[in-house]
């Protein structure tokens, strides 16, 4: 009898809501509220996918590596050593900025949120090895789909190893509550709120 209530519970049991137009880039199946993420290696672009479709690229070897699943890890390195000399070398004219190595063009890139989007800055090679040997977590990034994700704060830095879609969330929620030339109070509770979230979802490294 449990049998036949579980059967039927399913079957009444609310579909996920699903965002109007929404579907996935694959195969075309609508697409819930929360979902995974693919990226094209070649195009440099982050897809929106079912389920299915994100299982399928999780292997590194299909599409000969052109698609690749973005994982679901956060780690927070409590570590993390920069300085603002060196910082102003990686040539970052805001306070937030993500690194992720293109497996394409065999290098790192570095982005900084604006309210225009995610912006390109040219990294300077000599200091990122300066900063990625200093610190346990750039050297565990899976290229494409992973990034080091810093931020400046008074007193000093925090970084994050997280998905790389977590870092286009971050510049979306910049340009949608962003106001005026400093952003203004709404934009930084955001933000704010963004960080906290990550510091709860990663595993701590380094000292507490």
Same mark, same amino acid.
């Given at each position: 009898? +449990?049998?036949?209530?579980?059967?039927?519970?399913?079957?009444?049991?609310?579909? &996920?809501?699903?965002?109007?137009?929404?579907?996935?880039?694959? #195969?075309?199946?609508?697409?819930?509220?929360?979902?995974?993420?693919?990226?094209?290696?070649?195009?440099?672009?982050?897809? #929106?996918?079912?389920? %299915? #479709?994100?299982?399928?690229?999780?292997?590194?070897?299909?599409?000969?590596?052109?698609?690749?699943?973005?994982?679901?890890?956060?780690?927070?390195?409590?570590?993390?050593?920069?300085?603002?000399?060196?910082?102003?070398?990686?040539?970052? &004219?805001?306070?937030?900025?993500?690194?992720?190595?293109?497996?394409?063009?065999?290098?790192?890139?570095?982005?900084? %949120?604006?309210?225009?989007?995610?912006?390109?800055?040219?990294?300077?090679?000599?200091?990122?090895?300066?900063?990625?040997?200093?610190?346990?977590?750039?050297?565990?990034?899976?290229?494409?789909?992973?990034?080091?994700?810093?931020?400046?704060?008074?007193?000093?830095?925090? +970084?994050?190893?997280?998905?790389?879609?977590? #870092?286009?969330?971050?510049?979306?929620?910049?340009?949608?509550?962003?106001?005026?030339?400093?952003?203004?109070?709404?934009?930084?509770?955001?933000?704010?709120?963004?960080?906290?979230?990550?510091?709860?979802?990663?595993?701590?490294?380094?000292?507490?």
């Amino acid at each position: 009898m +449990s049998d036949g209530l579980d059967i039927l519970r399913r079957f009444t049991r609310p579909p &996920p809501r699903v965002r109007p137009g929404e579907r996935c880039e694959m #195969c075309g199946e609508p697409l819930g509220e929360e979902h995974p993420h693919v990226v094209d290696v070649e195009q440099r672009g982050l897809l #929106c996918t079912c389920r %299915p #479709c994100y299982l399928l690229f999780s292997n590194p070897g299909a599409s000969r590596g052109r698609y690749r699943a973005v994982p679901d890890r956060y780690r927070y390195d409590a570590a993390f050593a920069l300085t603002d000399a060196q910082w102003d070398e990686l040539q970052i &004219p805001v306070g937030m900025a993500f690194f992720l190595i293109n497996s394409a063009l065999e290098r790192v890139i570095a982005f900084y %949120p604006s309210p225009a989007g995610a912006t390109e800055s040219r990294l300077p090679l000599a200091t990122w090895q300066a900063v990625a040997g200093a610190n346990v977590l750039a050297a565990e990034l899976e290229p494409d789909v992973e990034a080091l994700l810093v931020r400046r704060r008074e007193g000093g830095y925090e +970084s994050y190893l997280v998905p790389v879609d977590a #870092c286009y969330e971050l510049v979306g929620r910049i340009r949608l509550h962003w106001r005026g030339f400093d952003g203004g109070t709404q934009a930084h509770t955001e933000i704010d709120r963004f960080f906290a979230r990550l510091r709860e979802r990663s595993r701590k490294e380094g000292a507490p």
